[in-house]
């Protein structure tokens, strides 16, 4: 570590990562450049859009705003992350489903933005329509409408709901 970094250690996706980063470099550019986890993606860079999004410690973070040292300890979790190995997870099915992505530059962060919501579910939330249009107001889509976005969101939440309710 030289007079100008710090020595950081992040758990991503459950991989404990080391580095030495500068003060000012972004949790984004970390998970992109070091912990080569590009599906992340950076649009804005400025807080605005949400493509970047990733959960922190469980709750939702603009990536792009949350310097790496910030992260320090923290279990970072990314798009890759949210995945399932035998296939596609609940979540990336029903935005298949449902058409609920194009270029799919927003798609990690909607992917995200979802997955607390679910987990939020399973701690005994209950989100009405409007909250889920709420949480995804995190994130711009250029190319949806949002229309399929937000029913695909409604019916895993609806879903996870009535499994819950069992
Ligand atoms: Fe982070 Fe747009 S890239 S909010
Ligand atoms: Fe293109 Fe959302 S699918 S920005």
Redesign the pocket.
Known sequence: MSATTHSIQVRVNGRLLSADVAPRYALADFLRERAGLTGTHIGCGEGVCG?CTVLVDGASARSCLTLAVQADGAEVTTVEGLGEAAGLSEVQAALLEYG????????PG?VVLIEELLTEVDAGARPSTEDVRDRLAAS?????GYAP?LAAATACVAARVTREAR
């Open positions: 493509s609920a992505f194009q270029c799919g530059f927003c798609t909607i711009l889509c250029r190319c949806t976005i």
